[in-house]
C-alpha cells in the first residue's frame, strides 16, 4: 500500500490466512488467496518458493538435460556420422545460477509484496491454534493457518560423519567445479539422477545402495534398465551395502561399508532421502502431534479446525505436482468453491535418469500386496516400432491391469521418453479406464506412445507381431477382457 509516495506497511497482527513455509507449494497458494482479494501473512526461513525452484526439480533437471545431450552426441556415431563434444561444468554451473538468480528469491517476494501479502523472513512456530509467532512478533489468522514446511535432508547415524565435509544434493547443485570421485549414499531417485549426471561430466562416481537394487521403489525392471544405463556410465553401485563409518584421509574421505571394503572419494554426497522436522514448528499450541513423522491430513487437505498442511511434510509423496494438487484443494476449501476430494491413486512420478523411469499407481508387487489379482504385460521398448527407429533402445512398458474390473491400476515406461509416455497411463489409471477401452482407441503411429498400443493390442495383431513374435501379453489382457465379456 503506497500513500504520498511513501510504502505504508500493514501494522495489523490479524490477517485471513497465515501461510507458514512459503516454498513451492506455500508461494502458488498464497498467490492464489492473493488473487482472490484475501489478506495473507507468508512466514518463510529461507528462500520464497522452496525447494524445487533453488535446489530440486529445476535445477536439477537442467543438469540432466545438458548431460543427455552430451551423451546423445556420443550417440550421433551409431547412426548419423562423426561428433565430438568436451564437457565443461562451468556452462551448467553458470545456467542453473542464472535460473535460480543465484539463489535470491527477490522476484519471489516482489510478486508476493505487489500482489498486496505481507512476507516475513524468519522462522514460524505456533503459539495458539491460529497464532503463529515469527521474530517476536504473533500472527492470528481468521480463517486460517496453513502449514508447508517442507522437508529436510535425513541424515543418517554413521560414524565420523560428524568429522567429514559431507555433501547433500544442494552442495551438488551449487557446485562450480566438481570433484574428481564422489561417493553417493543412496541410490534412490535423487542419488541416481545426479549421480549419472557427474558422471557424465566425469566425475567416478560410486552408488552405496542398501536395497538390493537402484530405485528400490521402482518395478524391479525399472531398477534393471538404469543399472545398465550406470554400467556403460561406468558408475559403481554396492546394492545390500551400508556406509557403516566415514573418516578424512590425506584430503580425501574414507567410507567403509558394513562388509568391511572401503571405498575412497574426494566427495561424499548424502542422498538418503528427506523428512518433515516437526518438533520446532509449535504443533501442540495448534493441539497436533509434534512427534508424529508426517501432518496427517484429510481429503481436503485439513489437519485440524482452521489448519490445512500441504505438500512434502504430509508425506503423501514429496514431489512438486503433488504439493501443488494439495495446494489448489486448499485454496478452494479456504474460498468456499467446490473441489473434489483429493485422490492419490493415479500420483505419478518420473525419475529422470536415461532411460527415464515414468510411473504411476501401484507396482505390481503394491497391487499384489493390496490384495488385487492382477495381469501384467511387459513390453520392450526395443520390441516396438518406435523403439526400433529411434537406436539407443533401451526400455520397458510394464502395466499391470487389476482382472476384477478390468482397470489399469499401475504402469511404468521407461525409455528415452519415460517421462512422457506417462501422461497417456497417468489418465487412463486416474479415470480408472478399463484396458477394453484402452484397446479402442487410435494410437498414433509410430510414436513411443504408441508403443502402449503394441503392448496391449490396439493395432492390428499381425504388426504388433512382426518385432516381437513372443510377445504374450495380449492372450494376457485378451484372458482378462473375455472374462469381462467386453
Ligand atoms: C534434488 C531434488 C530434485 C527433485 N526433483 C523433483 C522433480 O523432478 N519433480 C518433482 O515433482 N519433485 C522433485 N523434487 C521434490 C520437490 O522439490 C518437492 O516435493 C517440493 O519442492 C515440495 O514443496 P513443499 O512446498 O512441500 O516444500 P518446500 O518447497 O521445501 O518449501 C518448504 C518451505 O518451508 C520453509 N520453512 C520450513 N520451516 C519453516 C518455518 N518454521 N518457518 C518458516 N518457513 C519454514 C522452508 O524454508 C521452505 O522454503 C526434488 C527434490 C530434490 C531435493
Known amino acids: 500500500m503506497t500513500v504520498n509516495g511513501n510504502k505504508m506497511v ?40 522452496g525447494t524445487c525452484p533453488y535446489y530440486g526439480c529445476l535445477p536439477s533437471k537442467m543438469m540432466v538435460r545438458a548431460t543427455n545431450l552430451l551423451k546423445e552426441s556420443e550417440r550421433v556415431r551409431s547412426m548419423s556420422g562423426e561428433a565430438s563434444t568436451s564437457p565443461d561444468w562451468s556452462k551448467i554451473a553458470k545456467l542453473v545460477r542464472q535460473l535460480t538468480g543465484e539463489w535470491s528469491d527477490a522476484g519471489g517476494v516482489e510478486r508476493f509484496e505487489k500482489r498486496g501479502g505481507r512476507l516475513i523472513h524468519g522462522e514460524g512456530k505456533f503459539t495458539g491454534p491460529r497464532t503463529v509467532s515469527v521474530n517476536g512478533k504473533s500472527f492470528t489468522a481468521r480463517k486460517g493457518v496453513v502449514i508447508a514446511t517442507g522437508t529436510k535432508p535425513v541424515i543418517p547415524p554413521i560414524s ?129 502431534d509434534s512427534s508424529a513423522k508426517f501432518i496427517e491430513v484429510d481429503e481436503r487437505m485439513r489437519a485440524a479446525e482452521g489448519i490445512w498442511a500441504m505438500g512434502d511434510v504430509t508425506g503423501k509423496a514429496m514431489l512438486t505436482h503433488v504439493a501443488l494438487y494439495q495446494g489448489a484443494i486448499i485454496a478452494s476449501d479456504i474460498l468456499g ?12 512420478r518420473v525419475t529422470f535418469t536415461d532411460p527415464e523411469v515414468g510411473s504411476v499407481g501401484f507396482t505390481e508387487t503394491e497391487a499384489k500386496e493390496a490384495g488385487f ?81 503394441e503392448a496391449i493390442g490396439a493395432y492390428g495383431r499381425g504388426i504388433t507381431t512382426v518385432l516381437d513374435p513372443g510377445y504374450s501379453g495380449l492372450k494376457e489382457l485378451d484372458q482378462v477382457v473375455e472374462a469381462l465379456g467386453n
Do not use: C
Not at 513451492?24 to 528462500?47: F, K, W
Not at 542419488?191 to 524391479?220: C, F, H, K, N
Open 10 to 49: 500493514n501494522q495489523d497482527s490479524n490477517t485471513d490466512v497465515i501461510i507458514l513455509g512459503v516454498g513451492t507449494s506455500g508461494e502458488d497458494l498464497s498467490l492464489q488467496l492473493l488473487d482472490a482479494g484475501l489478506d495473507v501473512v507468508g512466514i518463510e526461513a529461507n528462500l520464497v518458493g
Open 160 to 288: 565420523g560423519l560428524d568429522k567429514v565435509n559431507y555433501w547433500t544434493t544442494d552442495d551438488i547443485i551449487k557446485a562450480d567445479s566438481l570433484p574428481e570421485s564422489l561417493v553417493i549414499i543412496g541410490g534412490g531417485a535423487t542419488g541416481s539422477e545426479l549421480g549419472q549426471v557427474l558422471a557424465r561430466y566425469g566425475v567416478t562416481v560410486t552408488i552405496v545402495e542398501p536395497g538390493d537394487r537402484v530405485l528400490r521403489l521402482e518395478e524391479p525392471e525399472a531398477s534393471e534398465k538404469v543399472e545398465e544405463a550406470f554400467a556403460e556410465d561406468v558408475i559403481t553401485v554396492h546394492k545390500g551395502a551400508r556406509a557403516k563409518e566415514v573418516e578424512p584421509r590425506n584430503n580425501l574421505i574414507v567410507t567403509r561399508l558394513d562388509d568391511g571394503e572401503e571405498l575412497t572419494s574426494e566427495r561424499l554426497v548424502i542422498a538418503t532421502g528427506r523428512k518433515p522436522d516437526l518438533a520446532k514448528l509449535g504443533l501442540e499450541s495448534a493441539g497436533l
Open 337 to 348: 468453491k467446490e473441489h473434489p476430494p483429493a485422490e492419490f491413486h493415479s500420483i505419478p
Open 373 to 453: 489379482d492382477v495381469a501384467v504385460v511387459t513390453k520392450q521398448i526395443a520390441a516396438t516400432f518406435r523403439g526400433i527407429l529411434h537406436g539407443n533402445n533401451s526400455g520397458v512398458i510394464k502395466l499391470v491391469v487389476d482382472r476384477a474390473t478390468g482397470n489399469l491400476i499401475g504402469a511404468t515406461a521407461v525409455g528415452s521418453r519415460g517421462g512422457e509416455i506417462l501422461g497417456l497411463l497417468t489418465l487412463a489409471v486416474h479415470a480408472r479406464i478399463p484396458i477394453a477401452k484402452l484397446r479402442s482407441m487410435i494410437y498414433a503411429f509410430p510414436t513411443f506412445t504408441g508403443g502402449v498400443g
